[in-house]
């Protein structure tokens, strides 16, 4: 039986993020959402776009530095109603690059 323990701890944060790429009807967008919880490689976003799996974004937090990330899940949480995605980071150092 295989784990489902993620590969590096999530940690739940709050801060903003600014998120750009194109939306699922093929339009560009650029807004702020809120990371919920970021691990070395990745996030989960709360984000009033629907975006489709698959797609490369580009999350710019309020620290600055540009990070190039791609949709790995999307969902409207059942508690609050509010749309989440997870984002796998593809630069290899995540959120803690040079």
Same mark, same amino acid.
């Given at each position: 039986?295989?784990?489902?323990?993620?590969?590096?701890?999530?940690?739940?944060?709050?801060?903003?993020?600014?998120?750009?790429?194109?939306?699922?009807?093929?339009?560009?967008?650029?807004?702020? /959402?809120? /990371?919920?919880?970021?691990?070395?490689?990745?996030?989960?976003?709360?984000?009033?776009?629907?975006?489709?799996?698959?797609?490369?974004?580009?999350?710019?937090?309020?620290?600055?530095?540009?990070?190039?990330?791609?949709?790995?899940?999307?969902?409207?949480?059942?508690?609050?109603?509010?749309?989440?995605?997870?984002?796998?980071?593809?630069?290899?150092?995540?959120?803690?690059?040079?």
């Amino acid at each position: 039986m295989s784990s489902q323990r993620p590969r590096s701890p999530r940690v739940p944060v709050e801060f903003a993020v600014d998120v750009e790429g194109t939306d699922v009807s093929g339009k560009s967008f650029q807004v702020q /959402a809120k /990371a919920t919880k970021i691990s070395r490689g990745g996030a989960t976003l709360i984000i009033d776009v629907d975006v489709p799996l698959g797609s490369t974004v580009q999350l710019t937090p309020a620290s600055g530095g540009k990070l190039k990330a791609e949709v790995n899940g999307s969902w409207i949480d059942d508690i609050d109603g509010n749309r989440r995605i997870g984002v796998k980071l593809l630069d290899a150092h995540g959120w803690f690059g040079e």
